[in-house]
């Protein structure tokens, strides 16, 4: 996992279309399941300077992206706390919008001893059924969120958004730039 502060050049650009545009609730094509308050079509020059300093700053011109803004307010409910992101490409990036010291992307080890997307089918099971139960899971690190920072790691790391149930609501509701890409 790699944390990089002042990721983009024009971080504005980012909040203040994060700040007006509209959530939907979006069904996933690679799991079926419903993920609410996503955006999907972020502009152009924001998504070209967020490929630039993959590029340059991470030395990786990132293929296949999938991108998408999610807001998390408090209190609602998610489909998977703990779980991988390895159905949608090799590595997760995401960028926050905010700064809150008890917010961020926790990383978690399951009671099993796995901390990464099991190939064994009955683990893998496991770890599913197990992924919205806190008492299966431990954090064994956290990237704090603070604005303009992106987190890259293998999308293969079993991770939680923090805090669990989201922050604020409107627009201080808990608000992070997702890709996932090969």
Not at 49 to 55: E, K, M, P, R, Y
Not at 113 to 124: S, V
Not at 135 to 161: C, D, G, P, R
Request: charged letters at 20%; a negative charge.
């Amino acid at each position: 996992m790699i944390e990089l502060e002042n990721f983009l050049d024009f971080p504005d650009r980012l909040i203040e279309f994060a700040s007006s545009c509209e959530w939907v609730d979006e069904v996933n094509p690679a799991d079926g399941v419903v993920y609410p308050r996503i955006q999907k079509n972020i502009p152009k020059e924001i998504l070209n300077d967020v490929f630039w300093n993959v590029a340059h700053k991470v030395g990786h011109i990132p293929k296949d992206p999938v991108t998408f803004l999610r807001q998390s307010p408090k209190g609602l409910p998610v489909p998977h706390k703990y779980h991988t992101d390895n159905s949608m490409g090799g590595y997760s990036m995401m960028i926050y919008l905010q700064d809150n010291s008890s917010a961020g992307t926790g990383f978690a080890r399951h009671e099993s001893g796995t901390y990464t997307a099991p190939l064994d089918e009955e683990l893998l099971r496991t770890t599913i059924d197990d992924c919205n139960d806190d008492s299966k899971w431990q954090l064994y690190k956290t990237a704090e969120m603070v604005q303009n920072k992106a987190v890259i790691f293998n999308s293969e790391l079993f991770h939680v958004a923090l805090p669990i149930g989201g922050f604020g609501n409107g627009t201080n509701a808990r608000t992070v730039f997702t890709c996932f890409f090969s």
